[in-house]
């Protein structure tokens, strides 16, 4: 049972547009939630977070939404650019556990 | 360097040999994970550790052994009971924040 999902396994956008990347959870228990980055033959690099108890959090480009209620969150690029392209992922991680669960993944190809 | 390292970064086995993949950090993280990656699957946990001398199973420990002897050492043994050996296993650690991942290491079994 597919806990967290992304549904959509690629997206193409055109550089300095805005990318979005949809994520999905089932578990009401998840209380913190990531994402990361990762290129072919290397591992994820960190991108940014949201505490359950938030429903915005920015860090320069990146921004993270998330909603409770719908058990949804979404990663915004503004703008993109080329070397965004990558896979992304989404995790969670429940409550009071050091564990985390990821999505299949979303690869974004930014077009020059 | 602060950071966590995986040995090695290609390796090739036989099938029936078990195979150990090494994975050490010096972030002084209390928890230490396993993925794996297969095309189109995402990051499927193995087994993780909260803490040393303890460790539980992910969603697909069949076939694989851990060990947590030191805080800073969490190697994976892939025995010859794992079905689809080859793949690509990712090992990472974490506090109580985010979890940083290692270079990963191309395991093929021929």
């Known amino acids: 049972d597919q806990q967290v999902k992304q549904n959509s396994p690629s997206l193409s956008v055109q550089e300095g547009r805005i990318s979005i990347l949809n994520c999905d959870y089932t578990n009401s228990m998840f209380d913190y939630f990531l994402w990361y980055k990762k290129y072919p033959a290397e591992g994820p690099t960190f991108l940014i977070s949201i505490s359950s108890i938030k429903d915005k959090n920015e860090d320069g480009r990146f921004t993270v939404f998330l909603n409770k209620s719908a058990k949804h969150l979404s990663l915004h690029i503004v703008p993109s650019q080329p070397g965004d392209s990558a896979v992304y992922f989404c995790a969670a991680r429940s409550a009071g556990t050091y564990k985390y669960i990821f999505g299949t993944g979303t690869r974004l190809k930014v077009l020059a | 360097d602060g950071g966590i390292t995986q040995s090695p970064k290609y390796l090739f086995r036989k099938e029936g040999q078990n195979v150990t993949l090494s994975c050490e950090q010096n972030?002084?993280?209390?928890?230490m994970y396993w993925y794996r990656q297969d095309p189109g699957q995402g990051l499927r946990l193995i087994y993780y550790s909260q803490i040393v001398n303890d460790f539980q199973k992910g969603d697909i420990a069949e076939g694989y052994s851990v060990s947590r002897e030191k805080k800073e050492s969490f190697p994976l043994t892939v025995t010859s009971a794992q079905k689809n050996p080859t793949a690509f296993y990712l090992c990472?650690?974490?506090?109580?924040?985010?979890?940083?991942f290692g270079q990963g290491t191309r395991l093929t079994v021929v």
């Open positions: 972030l002084n993280h209390d928890a």
């Open positions: 990472a650690s974490g506090g109580q924040g985010e979890a940083f």
